[in-house]
């Protein structure tokens, strides 16, 4: 580790890891609950037209990403809502939109080819610069900052529209919340994992939390444990075995994930065994709020 703290590029690298691994579990446990597992994939893909306007307009490709995905993000809630769309089918023009729209821009850039988008969709932690750092901490505190400030609506969202509508919260404004944050979340993390794989960042600490605990708050805390966790493991791994930084983050998640299957099916069984022929399987402890079957929270 001292080798790598010896490095300014690795100290960036490190900083960014740090944020990204943070910042992009605590989203993306409100898409889990949401059954919106897949939304960074759509915006991550719509990055990529961003980025290339970036280039197009000589303009930083992170700033342009920021707005596009942003853009993009309202849209799937238009299209959604307006439109009669489900979200799967929603999320599929993205997935297209967003991809033509990025090989069409970087053609036009001057000076670039499809190979600049390289960095963009496998990450390239070790190119960060200072600018770079000093953007994705920005990005990170409005994420931070909006989710700690509607936590308690979108928690309500979350779990059930028709609960929250009834509550009289704005679903619709809360909504565009949600899928505006996470685009947020894909630019600032875009740079470390990749668009191609910020989603698994996203998705598989919560996944791997929600095996052990059954309260949300331990899962979002768990689950942010475990993204800052991978991120400095996968970057430390990707120095010094020489293998690409994004994937090595995303694998190490994966086998938490897998990690922890196994230990909640231990805990569970534990727990079962201790309650004895009194108790249930399915009765959930004292104090805490029962997830489904899916791995959610019932309401």
């Given at each position: 580790?001292?080798?790598?703290?010896?490095l300014?590029?690795m100290?960036?690298?490190?900083?960014?890891?740090?944020?990204?691994?943070?910042?992009?579990?605590?989203?993306?446990?409100?898409?889990?609950?949401?059954?919106?597992?897949?939304?960074?994939?759509?915006?991550?893909?719509?990055?990529?037209?961003?980025?290339?306007?970036?280039?197009?307009?000589?303009?930083?490709?992170?700033?342009?990403?920021?707005?596009?995905?942003a853009?993009?993000?309202?849209?799937?809630?238009l299209?959604?809502v307006?439109?009669?769309?489900?979200?799967?089918?929603?999320?599929?023009?993205?997935?297209?939109?967003?991809?033509?729209?990025?090989?069409l821009?970087?053609?036009?850039a001057p000076?670039?080819?499809?190979?600049?988008?390289?960095?963009?969709?496998?990450?390239?932690?070790?190119?960060?610069?200072?600018?770079?750092?000093?953007?994705?901490?920005?990005?990170?505190?409005?994420?931070?900052?909006?989710?700690?400030?509607?936590?308690?609506?979108?928690?309500?969202?979350?779990?059930?529209?028709?609960?929250?509508?009834?509550?009289?919260?704005?679903?619709?404004?809360?909504s565009?919340?949600?899928a505006?944050?996470?685009?947020?979340?894909?630019?600032?993390?875009?740079?470390?994992?990749?668009?191609?794989?910020?989603?698994a960042?996203?998705?598989?600490?919560?996944?791997?939390?929600?095996?052990?605990?059954?309260?949300?708050?331990?899962?979002?805390?768990?689950?942010?444990?475990?993204?800052?966790?991978?991120?400095?493991?996968?970057?430390?791994t990707?120095?010094?075995?020489?293998?690409?930084?994004?994937?090595?983050?995303?694998?190490?998640?994966?086998?938490?994930?897998?990690?922890?299957?196994?230990?909640?099916?231990?805990?569970?069984?534990a727990?079962?065994?201790?309650?004895?022929?009194?108790?249930?399987a399915?009765?959930?402890?004292?104090?805490?709020?029962?997830?489904?079957?899916?791995?959610?929270?019932?309401?």
């Amino acid at each position: 580790m001292t080798e790598m703290l010896q490095l300014d590029f690795m100290r960036r690298a490190l900083l960014a890891a740090v944020l990204v691994g943070m910042v992009a579990p605590v989203i993306g446990t409100f898409l889990v609950q949401r059954r919106l597992a897949l939304l960074g994939d759509g915006i991550g893909h719509v990055a990529l037209t961003g980025v290339a306007l970036g280039f197009l307009t000589s303009t930083s490709p992170v700033v342009t990403a920021a707005i596009v995905s942003a853009i993009g993000a309202g849209l799937i809630e238009l299209v959604r809502v307006r439109a009669r769309t489900s979200g799967d089918v929603a999320l599929a023009l993205l997935f297209y939109g967003g991809i033509a729209g990025g090989v069409l821009l970087i053609g036009l850039a001057p000076g670039t080819t499809t190979a600049t988008l390289t960095a963009y969709l496998f990450g390239s932690v070790s190119t960060v610069s200072s600018g770079d750092i000093a953007m994705v901490a920005v990005l990170a505190v409005l994420v931070l900052g909006t989710v700690g400030y509607f936590g308690r609506e979108l928690f309500v969202l979350c779990q059930d529209e028709e609960t929250a509508r009834a509550h009289g919260l704005p679903v619709r404004m809360l909504s565009l919340v949600i899928a505006v944050t996470a685009a947020l979340t894909v630019v600032l993390a875009m740079r470390v994992v990749g668009v191609l794989l910020v989603s698994a960042l996203m998705v598989v600490p919560v996944a791997a939390a929600q095996q052990l605990s059954r309260s949300f708050r331990v899962t979002l805390a768990l689950a942010v444990a475990i993204g800052v966790a991978a991120a400095l493991g996968g970057l430390s791994t990707a120095f010094y075995a020489d293998v690409a930084p994004g994937a090595a983050i995303v694998l190490l998640a994966l086998g938490v994930f897998a990690a922890a299957v196994a230990a909640g099916y231990l805990l569970r069984s534990a727990r079962g065994a201790a309650r004895g022929p009194r108790g249930t399987a399915g009765t959930p402890a004292a104090g805490t709020i029962p997830q489904t079957e899916q791995g959610g929270i019932t309401s």
